[in-house]
């Protein structure tokens, strides 16, 4: 979104000894880019239990049991799945998250982030 703003500079009456007021146009541009976005993905592994797998993506991932079980069997079947897409400072939240979550309960299971 574009703004425009005129300002008067010099103008009489400011105190810089009279003369005509000089018109100053400033065009802004309002920062518009777009964040970049990264995928989160869960990675298989051959131990982390299933059921474990479905209460992360309930937990962290704001999913319902039945699109947790489906990213879950997802993951169990290709080897990796997305598990959602986020702005860099919220992905990488996720990610500590959940390894840290697997971590605790001696899982191995992995979670890493791309950018899209
Ligand atoms: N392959 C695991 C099992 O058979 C289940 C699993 C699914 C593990 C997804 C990790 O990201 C994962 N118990």
Redesign the pocket.
């Known amino acids: 979104m574009r703004g425009r703003f005129v300002r008067m500079q010099d103008g009489e009456g400011d105190g810089d000894g009279g003369g005509r007021g000089t018109a100053v146009i400033t065009k802004t541009k309002t920062k518009t880019k777009k964040p970049s976005l990264y995928r989160v993905l869960?990675?298989?592994?051959?131990?982390?239990?299933?059921e474990f797998?479905v209460h992360v993506l309930e937990r962290f991932f704001q999913k319902d049991r039945e699109a947790a079980t489906r990213i879950?069997l997802h993951?169990?079947n290709h080897g990796v799945g997305e598990c959602g897409v986020y702005t860099f400072e919220v992905a990488e939240t996720k990610v500590s998250q959940v390894m840290d979550f697997a971590r605790q309960h001696q899982h191995p299971?992995q979670c890493v982030m791309e950018k899209k």
Not at 42 to 50: G, H, K
């Open positions: 869960l990675l298989n592994d051959d131990y982390t239990p299933m797998v879950m993951v169990h299971l």
